[in-house]
């Protein structure tokens, strides 16, 4: 965190912290020891402002990938569907700074930040979901935003400090993938405010498995407890109706036979139209998420299943739950909430 010792540091350091920093003789020499002389010394004033914030908001939970693309945002739009949908107040933070996906996923692009004489409003989905996200600042949705590391963590303090949102049950924060600067930012500022803990996200495969376990440690460092792993993506699960059938010839050409296929199974065999086809899309064969978090002493949540109707929900900006269509993720994702909300009544977090 901000106090530690730099690891290129002179033996005997002080601490970049101390009021003496980059004064004493054993800073001689020492190549941080400008930086360590005129820094600022003492806790961060906005500190108190972040825990005066946070004291209305009763859970506050990280969503974590090691690896894009593993749906991260979409589980972390999902989640707060979901626990909005059994009357909490929840609030979803969207500390993704170069690529934030949360507008659009809770159907909310095009809106803007309103400023009251308590501080920034959340954009509203429901009078008890919120929404707070870069995306409702940048002119066009296609903007890139190309900050270092202080303006985003300068963004991410302000979001903490100057968002008002009222009384919470759930503030949902979806960080970015990896373990960068808002990483760093998100763990400092609300771990001081008893932030609940961590759902890291990944898929199957052992290439994500890879980051995803260095995520774990991240965590583990800086004290932010893991409250389990979801593994997503974990195989794909389709009704014959929702499947497309071709044929491809040698040359390469294909030819969409999806009616006729259907026709001849309606007619030959029309007990399989009920059928769910399902099949891996990741090799799993070293035991997946699952082994993992035994091998690393973590909860494991549970598996969801790609869907496509999950997806094209995430893409128009609604609630899986209330979508007939979303029948295989939805169940899996509703079995993982349950987890996270019985472990929250039995142990308080």
Not at 132 to 140: A, E, K, V
Request: glycine share 8%; proline share 6%; aromatic share 6%.
């Amino acid at each position: 965190m901000e106090d530690a010792i730099p690891e290129n540091a002179n033996e005997h350091c002080p601490g970049p912290k101390s009021e003496s920093a980059g004064k004493e003789d054993a800073c001689e020499g020492c190549p941080n020891q400008k930086i360590c002389a005129t820094a600022p010394k003492g806790p961060d004033p906005a500190l108190v402002e972040i825990a005066d914030r946070m004291a209305t908001v009763k859970h506050k939970i990280l969503i974590l990938s090691g690896k894009g693309g593993v749906g991260k945002s979409t589980f972390s739009a999902q989640l707060s569907f979901a626990l909005a949908g059994v009357d909490y107040d929840v609030g979803l933070l969207d500390i993704d700074i170069c690529g934030p996906s949360i507008p659009k996923m809770l159907g909310l692009e095009g809106q803007e930040i309103h400023q009251s004489n308590l501080g920034w409003s959340p954009v509203y989905v429901e009078s008890n979901l919120g929404v707070m996200s870069i995306g409702f600042m940048l002119p066009h949705p296609d903007e890139a935003v190309i900050w270092r590391g202080p303006r985003k963590d300068g963004l991410i303090k302000q979001f903490l400090k100057d968002v008002y949102w009222g009384e919470l049950d759930y503030l949902v924060v979806d960080a970015p993938p990896g373990t960068s600067d808002e990483h760093i930012s998100i763990a400092q500022y609300l771990k001081a405010t008893g932030v609940d803990g961590a759902v890291i996200v990944t898929t199957p495969q052992e290439v994500s498995l890879i980051d995803v376990r260095k995520e774990i440690s991240f965590c583990k460092k800086v004290g932010i407890p893991i409250l389990g792993v979801v593994e997503n993506m974990s195989g794909i699960e389709q009704t014959i109706l929702d499947l497309r059938f071709k044929k491809v010839r040698e040359s390469g050409e294909e030819e969409d036979v999806t009616e006729e296929t259907l026709e001849c199974i309606r007619k030959n065999a029309p007990d399989l139209m009920s059928l769910v086809v399902c099949s891996e899309l990741f090799d799993s064969s070293q035991g997946g998420a699952m082994k993992m978090c035994k091998d690393m002493q973590v909860p494991f949540l549970g598996k969801v299943p790609m869907d496509p109707h999950l997806c094209k929900a995430a893409e128009e900006g609604r609630s899986c739950f209330s979508d007939t269509k979303c029948s295989a993720s939805a169940a899996a994702l509703q079995k993982i909430v349950n987890k996270l909300l019985a472990f929250d009544h039995s142990n308080g977090y």
